[in-house]
């Protein structure tokens, strides 16, 4: 079975560029998240969706972060202006949900982004 | 919100040697993930652990879920080299959707 695929795997642009990256989910899968990771900040949790509805966006750090879920097995998530404390490893993430509880996020390989 | 207090931060061992890894959280979950990260990867899921009491093993990992359901643990035994990366507990609240995540482990294991 296909896992979360991600994409791109790496990109490098200037600051002031817009950046997307873009999100398959498990086929089936109810719940989306997506993640940054830096050395400073560990893993943040940045917005999740449930059934292509955000739910909870309280850790997309300022307005220039903006992301979407237009169907069931597509998600963007898009920095516009990019700046070079962008820059970080941005993961999705998806889960399953049961009636004993969700169940564990299966994670992408991540795009490592570059903002120079 | 709950935090999670995972320790320690990192771990330097020789192979072959046990390796043992804690999370603790101030509130309670109702269930509990242990993940590894390798180089380069997304992290991916080694254990979840449903109920208090839980003791679960898969190859040299065993985990459990504390009976006050504020923490658990994972133990590795007998370390190899391809154990390094980075460990995650997580927990989560039934039907919350989301999981919070400890700061991780970083595991390094000398040949």
Redo the contacts between chains.
């Keep these: 079975d296909a896992g979360?695929i991600q994409s791109p795997r790496h990109e490098v642009t200037e600051m002031g560029q817009e950046v997307t990256l873009r999100c398959k989910p498990i086929s089936g899968h109810d719940?989306l998240?997506w993640y940054r990771q830096t050395m400073m900040r560990?893993?943040e949790?940045l917005i999740?969706f449930?059934n292509n509805v955000p739910?909870?966006d309280s850790g997309m750090p300022e307005d220039r972060f903006s992301a979407k879920m237009p169907n069931a097995s597509f998600s963007t998530l898009k920095i516009q202006p990019s700046e070079p404390r962008d820059s970080a490893v941005y993961?999705c993430?998806s889960s399953l949900?049961r009636d004993?509880?969700?169940q564990?996020?299966?994670?992408?390989?991540?795009t490592r982004l570059s903002i120079l | 919100g709950q935090q999670l207090n995972q320790s320690p931060q990192s771990m330097f061992i020789q192979e072959g040697e046990d390796v043992s890894m804690n999370c603790t959280s101030s509130s309670i979950f109702n269930t509990w993930l242990w993940y590894k990260q390798d180089p380069g990867e997304g992290p991916v899921l080694l254990i979840a652990l449903y109920k208090a009491g839980e003791l679960t093993s898969n190859g040299r990992l065993t985990a459990q879920f504390g009976i006050t359901r504020k923490d658990s643990f994972l133990n590795i035994s007998a370390s190899i080299p391809s154990d390094v990366g980075i460990y995650f507990c997580a927990g989560q609240l039934r039907y919350a959707g989301k999981s919070t995540f400890g700061d991780g482990t970083t595991l390094t294991v000398k040949p």
């Design positions: 979360v719940y998240f560990g893993l949790l999740y449930n739910i909870d993961f993430a949900a004993r509880g969700n564990p996020q299966h994670f992408g390989d991540g």
